[in-house]
T-cell receptor, first 113, second 114 residues
Framework: KAGVTQTPRYLIKTRGQQVTLSCSPISGHRSVSWYQQTPGQGLQFLFEYFSETQRNKGNFPGRFSGRQFSNSRSEMNVSTLELGDSALYLC????????????FGPGTRLTVL | GENVEQHPSTLSVQEGDSAVIKCTYSDSASNYFPWYKQELGKGPQLIIDIRSNVGEKKDQRIAVTLNKTAKHFSLHITETQPEDSAVYFCAAMSWGAAGNKLTFGGGTRVLVKP
């Protein structure tokens, strides 16, 4: 079974631009979570989607948003990029809402210049 | 919200020795505690997990213990090998109608010296 895939793997943007990242969960997984990883702040939870609904949200500004499609694929969007948004963005999927094991993708490395 | 502390931040061991990483959590509602290994350029990989109704779990050279009363859990790696070198993260999760949220520790960089 294929793992979690994320596209693109690398991205370079400039301040003020917006970006959309994509995540395809493991087949059959319905929950998708997004995390930001930086050297200074570590791994921080952004939000979780289940059945196209955002169920949980971390402490990030409204510039960070996401959505989930009927096939469980998810996208996250960051608007008005800031230098501090440079990070590895990780997506994780899990089977069902009460299933705890989360499986991570390889991440998208975003660099904001 | 939940807060997870992880120690040490770096750990250097000789091949064949054991490595122990410790984590504490703050939210008594947390009921699931996974450990992830992250290698350079890759996403975190789940290596072992434990639920709050279990005190210890073992998988070959890896074991995890949980003390709910003290709110701490530990990862034990025995007979370390060079391929165990990576960054290890502990995490705590509480789940329910409000959804699932993993809170991670700060990570431990493990170096196994041949």
């Amino acid at each position: 079974k294929a793992g979690v895939t994320q596209t693109p793997r690398y991205l370079i943007k400039t301040r003020g631009q917006q970006v959309t990242l994509s995540c395809s969960p493991i087949s059959g997984h319905r929950s998708v979570s997004w995390y930001q990883q930086t050297p200074g702040q570590g791994l921080q939870f952004l939000f979780e989607y289940f059945s196209e609904t955002q169920r949980n949200k971390g402490n990030f500004p409204g510039r960070f948003s996401g959505r989930q499609f009927s096939n469980s694929r998810s996208e996250m969007n960051v608007s008005t990029l800031e230098l501090g948004d440079s990070a590895l963005y990780l997506c994780a999927s899990s089977l069902e809402e009460l299933y705890n094991e989360q499986f991570f993708g390889p991440g998208t490395r975003l660099t904001v210049l | 919200g939940e807060n997870v502390e992880q120690h040490p931040s770096t750990l250097s061991v000789q091949e064949g020795d054991s490595a122990v990483i410790k984590c504490t959590y703050s939210d008594s509602a947390s009921n699931y505690f996974p450990w992830y290994k992250q290698e350079l350029g890759k996403g975190p990989q789940l290596i072992i997990d434990i639920r709050s109704n279990v005190g210890e779990k073992k998988d070959q050279r890896i074991a995890v213990t949980l003390n709910k009363t003290a709110k701490h859990f530990s990862l034990h790696i025995t007979e370390t090998q060079p391929e165990d070198s990576a960054v290890y993260f502990c995490a705590a999760m509480s789940w329910g109608a409000a959804g699932n949220k993993l809170t991670f520790g700060g990570g431990t960089r493990v170096l196994v010296k041949p």
